[in-house]
């Protein structure tokens, strides 16, 4: 299960920091990620992270965004900085790994609105 927090409402130029925290039977997570869906529009890859805690942003976001997780808590966050309003939709939290009885598992957060004002 992944709960997903930290939305809202932003004027552009702002900031806003997104968090998701994972539970249940989980032995390890591959990956964790943000997605986000616009209105009108499919959901997009936002920003990924490995277990070994490599990166991968889409160009839009690059150099405003930054993508962390900590392992401990199962807890992946996305630092959102200088957002214009083109970032505005609705941001899901994604999380790949292996629960304890061994079954793969790809899950989603239930999202989180982001709205940035001009």
């Known amino acids: 299960q992944l709960q997903a927090s930290g939305g809202g409402l932003v004027q552009a130029g702002g900031s806003l920091r997104l968090s998701c925290a994972a539970s249940?039977?989980?032995?390890?997570?591959?990956?964790m990620g943000w997605y986000r869906q616009a209105p009108g529009k499919q959901r997009e890859l936002v920003a990924t992270?490995?277990?070994?805690?490599?990166?991968n942003y889409t160009d839009s976001v690059k150099g405003r965004f930054t993508i962390s997780r900590d392992n401990a808590k199962i807890t992946v966050f996305l630092q959102m900085n200088s957002l214009k309003p083109e970032d505005t939709a609705v941001y899901y939290c994604?999380?790949?790994?292996?629960?304890?009885?061994?079954?793969?598992?790809?899950?989603w957060g239930q999202g989180t609105q982001v709205t940035v004002s001009s």
């Open positions: 994604n999380a790949a790994g292996i629960r304890r009885d061994w079954r793969s598992f790809d899950s």
């Open positions: 249940g039977n989980i032995l390890a997570i591959n990956i």
């Open positions: 992270i490995t277990s070994g805690s490599s990166t």
